[in-house]
């Protein structure tokens, strides 16, 4: 996840014991979970026409109104809105805004630009840009413009990811958010509405099950209760079938990697699967395995005590698989996945793994543990195995919260992008540009692997000395896939939470859903 590079330059690893967490962890944490209903979310909806009342948005590309189906203004207002056009020289660009008052019957009257000729992800900005402009305004909100059913529908998808918010903990001179409804205007309203129900809102509720998951505190989502979220969220839902790994289960198939790094909490390890076959999908799955850190201490390495807050979100790669999945199940894509939880929470007790352990995966190579603060990767090398010999994917896809490393080198525009098989490679980055969650290319020198062989082991999980630490970890978890088998890594540290843009309100940003739903969808072979 995005924090100080000084918290995340490793990530980190342990080996096999106590017991599982039990239901008093969470009464005895003191805090008492909420229903996760977003019922301050406003409900989105579709029509033809719209009352001449409320807030009315109107998005556009240029500095003069589009020619608006479904609503009515009068030539007066038409030309107090130019006047106030030309005053501010708003001239449609995307992401500007420009926000009237006292014209007509309407409260409010706000512009939103596009830029010209917008593309589904402009449209959805815009969306989301309003949804974020009007989070206070509690009067029904109209959004109107130049587009058809299904452009409607990308606009109020982009509403839907735009007003998220986690708040549920806030009790103080906390008013609540509006819940007046939001309806798109225009175009055909029974193909928008159909548009986004079939394909928006359940990319929407894959979204909001992973940034809930990892905006939640550690003493709330752990490894078990993580189990019992996703759960909850794919109850009903066809096609689907749990499996879930605990600790017990885990030594017996000798996975000492993932139960490892949990040793030193007393809440266990899990490896959850949440496997999807839509109708007519491949007979392979497309695997995606996430790192699964409840909570990252550091364990024996421990982390500096400035910002170790944040990594209560070092699962937000499990998070983001399981909500990747959840949107293709509840969309009924005929696709095939198997979503991957590798969930330990790395805590430094008496229990706790050391520096210089050695540990023996699944397959039963050994690795030898220099820095229990580099923890995600060795989750991820049990999950890997495991996985792939039991499910016998197509395709391999990690993603963690993994480096600091590649915070310094790409910040918070683009995940890191590590992969062994080129269309795999190809197909990522192209579900990144359609889905918004943009990805550059890293390399994989076989230099760097050099620097992660161990004397006494099979691979060490950290370098002795520094370098190029996201290719490190990155060569670390190809060490677990065989390389006949397509893998790709996507280190997302620097963009987990890089909010404040129109699709990710503040808070964890869910990274992933978008682009793992996207690549889905474009590389399943029939």
């Not at 809105?81 to 001239?91: N, Q, R, T």
């Not at 990308?154 to 986690?166: E, H, K, N, P, T």
């Not at 198997?338 to 007790?349: I, S």
């Given at each position: 996840?995005?924090?100080?590079?000084?918290?995340?330059?490793?990530?980190?690893?342990?080996?096999?014991?106590?017991?599982?967490?039990?239901?008093?962890?969470?009464?005895?944490?003191?805090?008492?979970?909420?229903?996760?209903?977003?019922?301050?979310?406003?409900?989105?909806?579709?029509?033809?026409?719209?009352?001449?009342?409320?807030?009315?948005?109107?998005?556009?590309?240029?500095?003069?109104?589009?020619?608006?189906?479904?609503?009515?203004?009068?030539?007066?207002?038409?030309?107090?809105?130019?006047?106030?056009?030309?005053?501010?020289?708003?001239?449609?660009?995307?992401?500007?805004?420009?926000?009237?008052?006292?014209?007509?019957?309407?409260?409010?009257?706000?512009?939103?630009?596009?830029?010209?000729?917008?593309?589904?992800?402009?449209?959805?900005?815009?969306?989301?840009?309003?949804?974020?402009?009007?989070?206070?305004?509690?009067?029904?909100?109209?959004?109107?413009?130049?587009?058809?059913?299904?452009?409607?529908?990308?606009?109020?998808?982009?509403?839907?990811?735009?007003?998220?918010?986690?708040?549920?903990?806030?009790?103080?001179?906390?008013?609540?958010?509006?819940?007046?409804?939001?309806?798109?205007?225009?175009?055909?309203?029974?193909?928008?509405?159909?548009?986004?129900?079939?394909?928006?809102?359940?990319?929407?509720?894959?979204?909001?099950?992973?940034?809930?998951?990892?905006?939640?505190?550690?003493?709330?989502?752990?490894?078990?209760?993580?189990?019992?979220?996703?759960?909850?969220?794919?109850?009903?839902?066809?096609?689907?079938?749990?499996?879930?790994?605990?600790?017990?289960?885990?030594?017996?198939?000798?996975?000492?990697?993932?139960?490892?790094?949990?040793?030193?909490?007393?809440?266990?390890?899990?490896?959850?699967?949440?496997?999807?076959?839509?109708?007519?999908?491949?007979?392979?799955?497309?695997?995606?395995?996430?790192?699964?850190?409840?909570?990252?201490?550091?364990?024996?390495?421990?982390?500096?005590?400035?910002?170790?807050?944040?990594?209560?979100?070092?699962?937000?790669?499990?998070?983001?698989?399981?909500?990747?999945?959840?949107?293709?199940?509840?969309?009924?894509?005929?696709?095939?996945?198997?979503?991957?939880?590798?969930?330990?929470?790395?805590?430094?007790?008496?229990?706790?793994?050391?520096?210089?352990?050695?540990?023996?995966?699944?397959?039963?190579?050994?690795?030898?543990?220099?820095?229990?603060?580099?923890?995600?990767?060795?989750?991820?090398?049990?999950?890997?195995?495991?996985?792939?010999?039991?499910?016998?994917?197509?395709?391999?896809?990690?993603?963690?919260?993994?480096?600091?490393?590649?915070?310094?080198?790409?910040?918070?525009?683009?995940?890191?992008?590590?992969?062994?098989?080129?269309?795999?490679?190809?197909?990522?980055?192209?579900?990144?540009?359609?889905?918004?969650?943009?990805?550059?290319?890293?390399?994989?020198?076989?230099?760097?692997?050099?620097?992660?062989?161990?004397?006494?082991?099979?691979?060490?999980?950290?370098?002795?000395?520094?370098?190029?630490?996201?290719?490190?970890?990155?060569h670390f978890i190809g060490f677990f896939v065989d390389e006949k088998l397509p893998w790709a890594h996507l280190d997302i540290a620097g963009v987990n939470d890089a909010s404040g843009t129109p699709l990710v309100p503040k808070g964890q940003?869910?990274?992933?859903?978008?682009?793992?739903?996207?690549?889905?969808?474009?590389?399943?072979?029939?």
């Amino acid at each position: 996840m995005r924090t100080k590079i000084a918290l995340l330059a490793s990530c980190l690893v342990l080996t096999a014991v106590p017991a599982a967490a039990s239901a008093q962890d969470f009464v005895g944490s003191g805090v008492v979970p909420s229903a996760r209903a977003h019922s301050g979310e406003r409900p989105i909806g579709f029509a033809a026409s719209a009352p001449a009342s409320g807030a009315l948005v109107i998005l556009t590309g240029a500095a003069q109104l589009p020619t608006l189906t479904g609503v009515t203004l009068t030539d007066a207002e038409r030309a107090a809105i130019a006047a106030a056009v030309a005053a501010a020289k708003f001239e449609g660009k995307a992401g500007s805004t420009l926000s009237l008052r006292g014209i007509g019957g309407y409260s409010r009257i706000l512009l939103v630009g596009t830029g010209a000729n917008p593309a589904m992800l402009a449209r959805a900005e815009a969306g989301g840009k309003a949804a974020q402009e009007l989070m206070s305004e509690a009067q029904p909100v109209t959004i109107a413009g130049a587009f058809t059913g299904g452009e409607a529908a990308d606009v109020a998808y982009g509403f839907a990811l735009g007003q998220y918010r986690f708040d549920r903990y806030k009790t103080v001179d906390q008013k609540a958010p509006p819940a007046d409804a939001v309806t798109v205007v225009g175009g055909d309203s029974a193909a928008a509405r159909a548009a986004f129900t079939g394909r928006h809102a359940p990319l929407v509720d894959g979204v909001r099950l992973s940034r809930d998951l990892a905006n939640e505190p550690a003493n709330v989502i752990y490894p078990e209760s993580f189990v019992a979220e996703v759960r909850k969220a794919f109850a009903g839902t066809a096609n689907v079938t749990i499996e879930v790994l605990d600790e017990a289960q885990m030594r017996k198939l000798n996975m000492g990697s993932i139960v490892g790094v949990g040793q030193g909490s007393p809440r266990g390890s899990r490896l959850m699967i949440v496997r999807y076959r839509g109708t007519g999908s491949a007979a392979a799955p497309l695997a995606m395995i996430g790192k699964g850190i409840t909570f990252d201490s550091g364990g024996i390495s421990i982390k500096p005590a400035a910002g170790m807050w944040d990594m209560k979100a070092d699962m937000s790669g499990a998070a983001s698989v399981m909500g990747a999945a959840l949107s293709l199940a509840r969309s009924r894509a005929p696709v095939h996945v198997v979503a991957v939880a590798a969930l330990a929470e790395n805590m430094p007790d008496g229990n706790a793994q050391r520096p210089g352990d050695i540990v023996r995966t699944y397959s039963g190579k050994t690795i030898e543990m220099l820095n229990s603060d580099a923890e995600g990767r060795l989750v991820l090398a049990d999950a890997n195995e495991y996985v792939a010999d039991t499910y016998k994917p197509r395709g391999l896809v990690n993603i963690a919260t993994l480096t600091g490393a590649i915070v310094g080198a790409l910040d918070d525009q683009y995940a890191g992008l590590f992969a062994r098989d080129e269309t795999l490679a190809a197909q990522l980055a192209a579900a990144g540009e359609t889905s918004g969650e943009r990805l550059w290319r890293m390399p994989l020198n076989p230099k760097y692997a050099e620097r992660m062989k161990s004397d006494i082991a099979d691979i060490r999980n950290i370098a002795p000395s520094q370098g190029p630490g996201a290719s490190l970890g990155a060569h670390f978890i190809g060490f677990f896939v065989d390389e006949k088998l397509p893998w790709a890594h996507l280190d997302i540290a620097g963009v987990n939470d890089a909010s404040g843009t129109p699709l990710v309100p503040k808070g964890q940003s869910g990274f992933g859903v978008r682009l793992l739903d996207q690549l889905a969808r474009d590389a399943e072979v029939k």
